[in-house]
């Protein structure tokens, strides 16, 4: 090519550009700008969601619980007519019926989805929609923590929690047991939005019950998501409120209350049916668990368990082979500062701030059933069970990143996504072992 006709080139490619500019790029830029809050919304959960398909497994997920349970609903059941070998959790309540143990609400999210596909939809694929769903939710709960942070700074939070934290290994993977971890992060990210945004204080306790439905211990976040629902007030503002504001305090106390109760009562009636009692006797019927090795000598939750799980939060590290790739991912998990280091800012929150207070409050109070668990979350990568608070260590981080984002969180947020990339890349290939 000439250089006149390369120049000739540049000068349409430049016409072409400054119509685009003056005739739509402007026109996006303002509309962007005037809802920032919906086009980030909708820029994430879209982003999200097209990397989470991106990077699942092909194949359909055998671990297809909730599948079949949306399956039994559809058809007006709650039991399963069949119980292949490798659903080895399943509880036989009949001549040919089993029960799936777990909480029901992840299969009601997988109803649409088994409804219009099948029972046989990829499990993986509505995991990617709803975790998808579940990022653009953060940012916007990032966004009303009434705190002077940019959104670029926003944005790159939010992006951490996709996919530099554990839970863009469980979005991809559609088990059972990690779509419940989507669907409770997903929905307890819209209580605590709904709380902050000053919705009916109904409508935050019944997403919060509903999230509990699908991860028990994530109700013990009522803290927060209640304090959210009155301003996240510091302890002096909150005393001073209750002797001068009880009236309305109690109004709000009473509608969260009948929010939670409609989840709640819908699940003592579904333990009823299953088990005939209120309580939720599943995980202990599973056949053969009590004689499993992790829970034969302290049963499923103990005190003794504590130094188990914090040894796993904390110190449990890659494996180390002499073949490349090297590293190797453990099926036992990955200590959280390790898996996502910026996590290590957290140690720089203020505990005097309001926000932090309340949200440590929830963080430790969903923690204590967690780490009394005698499973550390086997099979997976990073500790999974750290997603039912995860949300509430993100709030704290927010309030680190209003401070000003350094060069050095910036590092640890780069190195945080590749951590996460690495370990999705070497379990892809089966470079993972316990």
């Known amino acids: 090519m000439s250089e006149t006709a390369g120049t000739a080139n540049g000068r349409s490619f430049a016409r072409v550009r400054g119509y685009w500019d003056s005739t739509y790029g402007a026109e996006i830029v303002e509309r962007a700008s005037a809802r920032p809050e919906l086009w980030g919304f909708v820029v994430l959960a879209a982003a999200s969601t097209f990397v989470y398909l991106l990077t699942a497994p092909a194949d359909p997920q055998a671990l297809d619980y909730f599948n079949r349970l949306a399956d039994a609903f559809l058809h007006g059941r709650y039991w399963l007519l069949e119980a292949p070998s490798w659903l080895n959790e399943l509880v036989p309540i009949g001549p040919g019926q089993w029960v799936v143990p777990y909480p029901p609400m992840p299969a009601i999210l997988a109803l649409p989805f088994v409804a219009l596909f099948g029972p046989g939809f990829p499990a993986q694929v509505y995991s990617a929609i709803y975790a998808g769903l579940a990022v ?19 944005i790159a939070l939010s992006g951490v929690f996709a996919f530099g934290t554990v839970f863009w290994f469980i979005a991809v993977s559609g088990s059972a047991w990690y779509f419940a971890h989507v669907s409770a992060v997903l929905l307890f990210s819209l209580a605590v939005l709904a709380a902050l945004t000053r919705q009916p204080a109904w409508v935050a306790g019944l997403l919060l019950g509903l999230a509990t439905l699908c991860r028990l211990p994530v109700g013990l976040g009522l803290p927060f998501v209640a304090a959210a629902q009155i301003g996240l007030p510091g302890l002096t503002e909150l005393r001073t409120r209750l002797r001068t504001d009880l009236a309305p305090i109690l109004r709000t106390a009473i509608l969260f209350s009948i929010g939670i109760a409609i989840p709640a009562v819908v699940y003592i009636w579904f333990n009823l049916e299953r088990w005939g009692t209120i309580t939720d006797q599943s995980y202990v019927l599973i056949p053969g668990v009590l004689e499993d090795p992790i829970y034969a ?19 449990r590290s890659w494996n180390y082979v002499d073949d490349p790739p090297y590293l190797q991912p453990s099926w036992w998990g990955l200590g959280i500062f390790l898996t996502t ?20 409050l929830g963080a430790v109070l969903i923690a204590i059933p967690i780490l009394m668990h005698g499973n550390v979350g086997v099979s997976q990568f990073g500790y999974r069970f750290s997603l ?47």
């Not at 720089?348 to 926000?355: E, L, S």
């Not at 039912?388 to 640890?412: E, K, N, P």
């Not at 945080?416 to 993972?432: N, Q």
């Open 136 to 154: 653009g939710v953060v940012y916007l709960v990032l966004g009303r923590l009434q705190l002077s942070i940019r959104y670029r700074d926003r």
């Open 297 to 315: 000598k302290h049963g499923i939750l103990s005190p003794w368990y504590i130094p188990r799980n914090l040894f796993a939060i904390l110190f």
């Open 341 to 360: 280091p910026l996590f290590l800012w957290l140690f720089k929150a203020r505990i005097r701030d309001p926000r932090v207070g309340w949200a440590l």
């Open 388 to 434: 039912d608070f995860q949300v509430l260590l993100f709030v704290i981080l927010a309030t680190v990143v209003a401070r000003g984002w350094s060069r050095l969180m910036t590092a640890a947020s780069i190195a945080s996504v590749l951590f996460c990339a690495y370990a999705l890349w070497a379990i892809s290939i089966d470079f993972a072992a316990y």
